[in-house]
């Protein structure tokens, strides 16, 4: 545990760096409010129509295809860390055809959606 | 664990910190507000796992959780277009007489599995080759050993998830496409594709520049 001290003092500086902006600029900043500087900032342009419309659904799509390939990935990385000490114990092509079995499984997934027109924006 | 003041001052913090984001979760009116404060939940909780030398696990804890799937809460909040929650009179009375109780229920069962469960500290520092506790190693080493079949499984798991996600979602647009193409056979007028209002745009702005 003692390995983490320095992230943790890292942590407690960020925190506090930020804490100590706002407070400094609430306290020494003059609070002058105008229509403008309370409007709902929208990249600089004036606010277009309210935010609250329905989301497309394509956006649920991508987010859970963002998932799905997020978890493929995080599989991928203590297969890749332990790779060549696994293969001593086991034999190499095994521990490699471990991981081909699992991609290629996803594999079809990502050739269904893909023929489904999930990346595609403008279709479906 | 807590040989060290230190990690016990550390654990309550990130224990309060959970715990208060938690309770920020059910008592925010707006939904958004909700998923920012699980989002701390989320990271208070990856500090837990942190203490119990899980190192890999809380990390996962804030890429997948915090990171991904808070994505998507987001994004179905918006897609449902959930307003502000509205003050509504109950409309089951009995249920405030239930909860306290069920609630009082629960606490002691929690407190009954606490009290009876003993663990010991996993070793901080191992001997020979065996890699630390939770670290990236050790947890490959398990799940592309003893733990292959689940893995593997998992995979099928996901590629469930990919199928399924698409097949609900498409069956909404479904009924959306179907609903304006009744729209439109009902006003009479020719059959809107996406590209053509897009087409109509641009001939507009065209005549504008001319």
Redesign the interface.
């Known amino acids: 545990?003692k390995e983490?001290l320095p992230i943790?003092v890292v942590f407690l500086f960020v925190l506090g760096f930020a804490v100590t902006n706002l407070v400094l600029a609430h306290l020494l900043g003059r609070h002058r409010n105008t229509r403008a500087k309370l409007m709902p900032y929208e990249c600089g342009i004036d606010p277009v129509g309210s935010a609250?419309?329905?989301?497309?659904?394509?956006?649920?799509?991508v987010?859970?295809?963002?998932?799905?390939f997020?978890?493929?990935a995080?599989?991928l990385?203590?297969?890749a860390?332990?790779f060549r000490?696994?293969s001593e114990?086991?034999s190499r092509p095994f521990?490699y055809a471990?991981m081909m079995?699992?991609?290629i499984?996803?594999l079809?997934?990502y050739i269904?959606?893909w023929k489904?027109g999930?990346f595609e924006w403008?279709r479906? | 664990m807590f040989e060290l003041p230190i990690q016990q001052l550390i654990f309550l913090f990130v224990a309060a910190v959970a715990v208060f984001a938690a309770f920020n979760v059910i008592l925010q009116r707006n939904p958004i507000y909700s998923a920012l404060a699980l989002i701390i939940t989320m990271c208070a909780l990856a500090g837990t796992f942190l203490m119990l030398e899980a190192q890999f696990v809380a990390t996962m804890q804030v890429i997948v959780y915090a990171g991904a799937v808070m994505v998507l809460f987001v994004f179905v909040i918006m897609l449902l277009n959930v307003r502000t929650e509205e003050a509504r009179q109950d409309r089951v009375k009995y249920l405030k007489l239930v909860a306290p109780l069920l609630f009082i229920a629960l606490l002691g069962e929690v407190i009954f599995v606490a009290r009876s469960v003993t663990t010991t500290a996993p070793p901080l520092a191992t001997t020979g080759n065996e890699p630390a506790f939770g670290t990236v190693e050790s947890i490959g080493e398990a799940m592309f050993s003893s733990y292959l079949f689940p893995f593997e499984a998992t995979s099928v798991l996901i590629l469930m998830a990919m199928v399924g996600s698409l097949v609900l979602a498409r069956r909404r647009t479904m009924s959306e496409a179907e609903t304006l193409g009744k729209l439109i056979e009902e006003s009479g007028k020719p059959q809107l594709t996406p590209a053509e209002p897009v087409a109509k745009l641009e001939e507009k702005k065209e005549e504008i520049a001319a």
Do not use: T
């Not at chain 1, 987010?63 to 799905?68: D, G, P, R």
């Open positions: 545990m983490y943790l609250h419309q329905r989301f497309s659904v394509r956006f649920y799509l987010a859970m295809m963002f998932i799905l997020d978890i493929e995080v599989f990385l203590p297969w860390v332990i000490s696994l114990k086991l521990v471990e079995v699992f991609l499984v996803l079809v997934g269904y959606v489904k999930v403008n479906g």
